[in-house]
């Protein structure tokens, strides 16, 4: 197969235009254009109101490979198409006894579970959770009613908390061995659509992901796998620096010498229990600030211009960055096009939001957090578990303000950066469920990250006009924009640095951001516990 880099084609282009266009960056005649794929399809809308055009990258098979690619040597964006395909490092031998436990079932999680289901291992994945259907109905209940079940949320069940988002797919993330295709992959056989394969910002939207994690999960199950829900584990089996299993909230004990810690950044009593059993964890770095909702009209026209509401572009996005002069970096996170704001807390008198949108992303609003950088030695010292501490206090505090019943307590742009409470909405209508309390904003977080937030917003309305318009929403809190700790893990055998056989994986553990991320990281642990496991068979 050839790889072309940077073919280009109109925004209207007509769908045999892409072979012509192959046909001539290869200088070869249509015969000889045996098949093509697209592997990749991005835009360029930096320049509002200039020519928008897709840029394709293109895996071609041809009919005379060597020839072609000798004729073509001299021009970069063509030449071999590197080997994308994913290879398991190893196969279980019949009749092996030990199981693998995988904690959690989130991203990390169900493809750990998977890719060792795969190579025949047969793992055991225990979630506190329900499963899918149980747990959105679940959490409908805390949205519409104001009840929350405190083990089946946003946070907690079957597909993490990546399942209520956008489902966005894509990562920073350095991937030489391709693991990220295999994550799009199994999305694709599971029943996501095909263009997540090339698109280059692809998702999946909350309500298709809950049937692709479902069709996951009994595949796993399908290859001898278990998945058991509303299995909570409640303590670690631990002797001489080596895990030797678990101890579920029912009394079971379940006996293994490898255990995926596939936590969500949420697990924090699992981080309590692991700090007291002596696995080594620190406080590291995350987040705090606010969820902001602007019409996403306001955002499609300031982004695309005179392409806006393209119907190949759909809604617009953006990624933001200000440091502001105390020294605090404020940047955009997990932005949500034609999204809405959502209860995500998992714990009772406590509120935190979070960004879901829906495939379609056709809803009325965009939103997304508006966060400041905490770090621990300057803003949370105190242990390993300050961080979780201070997310307490801070959800505990956003609770009071929103009235002591899951709303949450808002303000107008407007008000927030002149410095006096909100008491009425203006066009702008809140999507957050439950409901909000409109109010004074400043007492829910630290001076600093208020200052910072304030200086920010009219920074950023130069960048996107329209983006600190007064009556723009801001809703409280976003804490749990990432984990506020690191489970450590060796660099190599990506075992704990001080506690043989347990892999701490993904975004609880502080190895990942986001669906994509996390399912990578759970590749890669499956396939260090399946090397780990042979080798121990073998003597």
């Not at 807390?345 to 879901?356: A, D, H, I, L, Q």
């Not at 107008?412 to 203006?426: C, N, P, T, W």
């Not at 130069?462 to 060796?490: M, N, W, Y």
């Amino acid at each position: 197969m050839i790889r072309i880099n940077e073919l280009q084609l109109p925004l209207d282009h007509p769908a045999d235009a892409l072979r012509s266009a192959i046909v001539a960056r290869l200088k070869i005649s249509d015969t000889e254009l045996l098949d093509f794929t697209v592997f990749k399809r991005s835009y360029d809308a930096r320049k509002k109101n200039s020519e928008i055009t897709f840029v394709y990258i293109i895996d071609a098979s041809v009919a005379d490979e060597p020839k072609v690619l000798a004729q073509l040597a001299d021009d970069r964006n063509i030449r071999l198409s590197p080997d994308t395909g994913y290879y398991p490092v190893g196969q279980a031998p019949e009749g092996l006894s030990e199981r693998p436990l995988v904690i959690g079932f989130g991203p990390c999680g169900l493809f750990a579970a998977l890719t060792l289901a795969q190579m025949g291992f047969r793992p055991i994945v225990l979630e506190r959770g329900r499963d899918v259907r149980s747990r959105t109905k679940d959490t409908w209940a805390l949205w519409r009613k104001k009840v929350l079940s405190p083990e089946s949320n946003v946070q907690f069940g079957e597909g993490g908390a990546g399942l209520f988002s956008d489902g966005k797919l894509y990562s920073q993330i350095k991937d030489p061995k391709f693991y990220g295709r295999k994550v799009m992959h199994e999305f694709v056989r599971a029943g996501a659509p095909e263009e997540i394969m090339f698109v280059s910002k692809p998702h999946i939207g909350t309500f298709r992901l809950t049937g692709v994690v479902s069709t996951m999960r009994e595949e796993i199950k399908a290859l001898g796998g278990e998945v058991r829900f509303d299995s909570r584990v409640v303590d670690f089996i631990i002797e001489d620096g080596r895990i030797q299993g678990v101890r579920m909230a029912d009394g079971e004990e379940i006996r293994s010498r490898y255990v995926v810690l596939a936590l969500g950044h949420s697990s924090r009593d699992t981080f309590r229990i692991l700090h007291e059993r002596g696995v080594y964890i620190e406080a590291k770095p995350f987040a705090v600030g606010f969820r902001i909702e602007h019409p996403q009209s306001l955002i499609d026209n300031a982004r695309l211009g005179k392409y806006a509401g393209h119907p190949e572009l759909g809604a617009a996005d953006y990624k933001l960055v200000y440091h502001a002069k105390n020294g605090r970096a404020v940047y955009s996170f997990c932005m949500c096009p034609g999204g809405t704001v959502v209860a995500a807390t998992s714990e009772p008198g406590r509120v935190v939001t979070n960004g879901m949108s829906q495939y379609s992303r056709n809803e009325r609003n965009a939103n997304a957090g508006i966060v400041v950088g905490i770090n621990p030695d300057e803003d949370f010292p105190g242990g390993p578990l300050a961080g979780v501490e201070l997310q307490e206090r801070l959800e505990s505090r956003a609770f009071e303000l929103g009235g002591n019943d899951y709303c949450a307590p808002g303000q107008l742009v407007g008000d927030f950066i002149r410095g006096r409470a909100s008491s009425e909405f203006g066009e702008v209508e809140p999507s957050y469920k439950p409901g909000v309390r409109l109010g004074d904003l400043a007492p829910s977080l630290p001076d600093y990250v208020i200052d910072a937030i304030r200086e920010a917003l009219p920074a950023f309305g130069k960048q996107i006009r329209g983006f600190d318009r007064a009556d723009a929403i801001l809703t409280g809190i976003e804490t749990r924009t990432s984990s506020p700790v690191r489970i450590k893990r060796d660099n190599e055998n990506l075992q704990s640095i001080n506690t043989r056989g347990l892999y701490p994986a993904g975004e609880g553990a502080g190895y990942a951001g986001g669906i994509l991320s996390a399912g990578v990281d759970g590749i890669k642990v499956a396939e260090a516990v399946a090397t780990a496991m042979l080798a121990d068979l073998q003597g």
